[in-house]
């Protein structure tokens, strides 16, 4: 079972298998919302909370470098693939149930069927995350949102194990959440949070207002290509899709990847692109923008393995 010159041993994979589903160079493309990136060594996505907080031990033991992943729909992963382990939550609790006081969602559970669930058990302030892609975890991890609202307002605490394999527990207090961050605990893996929400005074108003945001965001967001969603943070005083704009990059392509027409805040694959397109396009973006405007566009999205520019 040895694979890459020994990166993990024939008795740890078998330890490793009994808390998840486990591949050996498995593509990493299947795992993005762009649909593009090399393979990964080892794919792991773990059964559970417990099996996490058993993985993690076992690789930090061997030596085996590790990233972690979760829904892909904010990330950019290198062609070239990732060296070592990838370990991918969407194999987790992906349950939403109420928990004492609090709403508990599973880092796995997808945002859509968040929003689901809730309207469906007579809740609402889940509007603002209509239409956003990718998972509960993620989407803590970002602190994601829209001009609505984002994760911090309803989140109240979050669930995790550290590397060495500890469960704990971490209160949302201002402080530590900011513009599309949260400030947890280094060396450490999100698996679900506690949220409160209001109850809806009707749930089918609740449920119309969350259907007319996603037609909303067909309409004017290129929906229908692979993306990841926003690339670039909003700088203060600015909007990236703006400057993007206006610097005259609107359906400007690097290969597959494109700015997008509908949403110059977007960059999509219009069939066939490369991580390496995605990247240098991205550079392509921020130094025109630069040049012309003085400003520097950060990414949202996260970047992940080797690029050359």
């Known amino acids: 079972m040895c694979i890459n010159n020994s990166i993990i041993s024939e008795n740890a994979a078998k330890e490793l298998s009994q808390f998840g589903k486990i591949e050996f160079n498995s593509s990493l493309a299947l795992c993005t919302t762009f649909k593009t990136g090399g393979n990964a060594d080892i794919l792991i996505e773990p059964y559970s909370e417990e099996a996490v907080a058993s993985i993690m031990p076992i690789l930090k033991h061997e030596g085996i470098p590790f ?40 880092a796995a559970l997808s945002k859509e069927r968040f929003i689901s669930e809730a309207i469906a058990a007579g809740f609402c302030g889940i509007e603002f995350m209509a239409g956003i892609p990718g998972c509960i975890g ?43 961050k949260m400030s947890l605990p280094e060396n450490t893996v999100i698996t679900g949070g506690f949220f409160t929400l209001p109850h809806a005074e009707d749930i089918n108003e609740t449920r119309k207002c969350v259907e007319d945001i996603i037609s909303d965001r067909w309409k004017k967001h290129p929906m229908e290509y692979p993306s990841a969603g926003s690339v670039f943070k909003n700088p203060d005083g600015f909007s990236s899709w703006k400057l993007i704009n206006d610097s005259g990059l609107k359906g400007f392509k690097i290969g597959g990847a494109m700015v997008s027409e509908k949403h110059t805040n977007f960059i999509i694959n219009t069939g066939g692109a490369s991580s390496c397109d995605i990247y240098n396009l991205i550079k392509h973006i921020q130094e025109t923008v630069h040049k012309i405007s003085g ?3 950060e990414t949202e999205i996260k970047i992940m393995g080797e690029f050359s520019w």
Do not use: C, P, Q, W
Not at 162 to 174: C, K, L, Q
């Open 67 to 106: 990233y972690i992943i979760g829904g892909g729909s904010n990330l950019l992963i290198s062609d070239k693939g990732l060296r070592g382990a990838v370990v991918r939550i969407s194999g987790l609790e992906n349950s939403f149930h109420l928990s004492g006081e609090y709403i508990y969602a599973g």
């Open 138 to 180: 993620g989407g803590i991890f970002m602190n994601a949102g829209t001009f609505m609202g984002s994760f911090v307002d309803i989140l109240k605490k979050i669930r995790g194990v550290d590397y060495n394999g500890s469960v704990f527990e971490v209160d949302t207090v201002a402080d530590i959440s900011g513009y599309r």
């Open 295 to 297: 400003v520097h566009l």
